[in-house]
């Protein structure tokens, strides 16, 4: 298991985390949620992003990916989380967000400290990714994903929440394609 955090091997499968800045509870209402569910569906069909297990949080998402295309899974996420924050900017502007003005102000600081953001900065630099190359330790990481809204006592099972790949290892259709570990 590779532990500095960086997809160094094209073809690897990784277990990654995306946080937002500050611990912000951004996914707390459905319309963002669904900015991170169909941007993901969208590198599923059209970059070559294999979903095999994920499972979005109040303020963080954490997945088991690979690929199967020509893009390298940091372009895939370098993508996905710059097309997201654009979204995720947008939408708390239009929606009748009662937090309005404390994410936008706490996102607007951490742009100003970064010298690589100009407005807003929504996610963490990096991904966390660590490379799985034991099955034992991939299983872990694909239980710990599916127990983490159980953790949070949002749910009694992991296959009871709706913004998780458990929906579909216990034999349900989920929201995403998944590419099933095996």
């Not at 990916?65 to 940091?74: A, D, G, P, T, V």
Request: glycine residues 2%; hydrophobic residues 40%.
């Amino acid at each position: 298991m590779s532990t500095n955090y960086q997809f160094t091997n094209s073809d690897g499968l990784y277990f990654t985390t995306s946080t937002i800045i500050n611990w912000i509870d951004i996914f707390t209402k459905p319309v963002y949620k669904h900015i991170i569910v169909s941007s993901l569906d969208y590198c599923i069909k059209q970059k070559g992003l294999q979903l095999h297990a994920w499972v979005l949080m109040s303020n963080h998402l954490h997945m088991i990916i690979s690929r199967n295309s020509k893009f390298e899974l940091f372009e895939i996420m370098r993508d996905f989380k710059k097309f997201t924050a654009k979204q995720i900017i947008e939408t708390i502007q239009l929606e009748n967000e009662s937090r309005q003005k404390w994410i936008l102000s706490e996102l607007s600081f951490a742009a100003k400290v970064s010298t690589r953001h100009e407005n807003f900065r929504v996610w963490q630099d990096g991904n966390h990714a660590i490379e799985l190359t034991d099955n034992e330790i991939m299983q872990q990481k694909l239980e710990y994903i599916h127990s983490n809204p159980v953790k949070a006592e949002w749910v009694n099972e992991p296959h009871h929440f709706k913004y998780s790949s458990a929906t579909d290892y216990a034999s349900a259709q989920g929201l995403l394609p998944i590419t099933f570990l095996d």
